[in-house]
């Protein structure tokens, strides 16, 4: 079992930057991601990451989201710059089929 526990999450306005971190329990040998799950809408995979460090990103956000991990930390992190409100939902961390219990991320002015 691994519990995932994500943090970063905050109101920003549009165009600004946060950081989400997601620190699991122990370490992960595998695929990480970040998913987002907006209001009303069905939740979607925002980036991945493999335990060597290749990346995948949703083309919509590539540019603007970079995912990175410490394996070291047994941490993920995803930078999100350049936000806009429709990035607003609740950003969840996926590994081994567990999920964190997620963090608010609100873009409004």
């Known amino acids: 079992q691994v519990q995932l526990v994500e943090s970063g999450g905050g109101l920003v306005q549009p165009g600004g930057s946060l950081r989400l971190s997601c620190t699991a329990s122990?370490?992960?040998?595998?695929?990480m991601a970040w998913y987002r799950q907006a209001p009303g809408k069905r939740r979607e995979l925002v980036a991945s990451i493999t335990s060597g460090g290749s990346t995948n990103v949703a083309s919509s956000l590539k540019g603007r989201f970079t995912i990175s991990r410490d394996n070291a930390k047994n941490t993920v992190y995803l930078q999100m710059n350049s936000l806009k409100p429709e990035d607003t939902a609740v950003y969840y961390c996926e590994a081994y089929g567990y999920w964190g219990q997620g963090t608010q991320v609100t873009v409004s002015s």
């Open positions: 122990r370490s992960i040998d595998s695929i």
